[in-house]
């Protein structure tokens, strides 16, 4: 069964520090792959995105993640925290067929703690 | 703009009252969806709807009902809730003619069953 392994379930970061969320996935065959990021009491938002190309991939609010199929992995990072970036962010995979149900099968969530 | 509504946005219950959350979209996507988010567990995948009245089961589909009679509709129908049903809940929706499927969520629906 597919599934995706978030490592870090409670960040907690000083600003200006660099982060790294690791993001594993166990999927046969074509995968999309997404950062989401919820802010306190807010919905889902799409941070970014990949499904072929660069395996670097640039999102909003200078967040990137780099896709190594060879370890599935898909790990989000971001080179100096703010105190604004405190959120809980998940990792979700999906196939990439025309068919199926296109299910998002998502991590259990970081939780991130930027301290001013 | 374009976005996924849903209400109520929170929503406190008795054990077996019949609930409907509502979900609608504007952007004419063919694939809507509803997760329930619990501590944890990340969001799971209630059921889903391809087109109109085209629906079918998701990982935990226990409990819900869904219809799709418009395209910008896809209620979620709690016949009897229970309070394992305890959770928030979130409705998506994405074009099945662009990749990758993003999804597009709504602002969520805090359920509380008690």
């Known amino acids: 069964a597919q599934s995706v392994s978030q490592h870090n379930h409670h960040v907690i970061l000083s600003e200006a520090a660099s982060l790294e969320l690791g993001c594993n996935y166990s999927y046969g065959g074509t995968v999309n792959l997404f950062w989401y990021v919820q802010y306190p009491g807010q919905h889902l938002q799409l941070l970014l995105k990949y499904f072929s190309g660069d395996p670097l991939v640039k999102g909003i609010k200078g967040f990137e993640a780099e896709f190594i199929k060879s370890k599935f992995s898909f790990n989000l990072r971001k080179p100096s925290v703010q105190w604004s970036d405190t959120a809980e962010y998940f990792c979700?995979?999906?196939?990439?067929?025309?068919?199926?149900?296109?299910?998002?099968?998502f991590g259990s969530g970081t939780r991130l703690q930027v301290q001013p | 703009e374009a976005q996924v509504t849903q209400n109520p946005r929170y929503l406190i219950t008795v054990t077996g009252k019949k609930l409907t959350v509502t979900c609608s979209q504007n952007m004419n996507h063919e694939y809507m969806s509803w997760y329930r988010q619990d501590p944890g567990l990340g969001l799971r995948q209630i059921y889903y709807s391809m087109n109109v009245e085209v629906t079918d089961k998701g990982d935990v589909p226990e409990g819900y009902k869904v219809s799709r009679k418009e395209k910008r509709n896809f209620p979620l129908i709690l016949e009897s809730p229970s309070p394992n049903q305890t959770s928030l809940y979130f409705c998506a929706s994405s074009s099945l003619q662009v990749r990758p499927y993003e999804q597009y969520f709504g602002p969520g629906t805090r359920l509380t069953v008690t």
């Open positions: 979700a995979a999906g196939r990439g067929g025309r068919t199926g149900r296109r299910a998002l099968t």
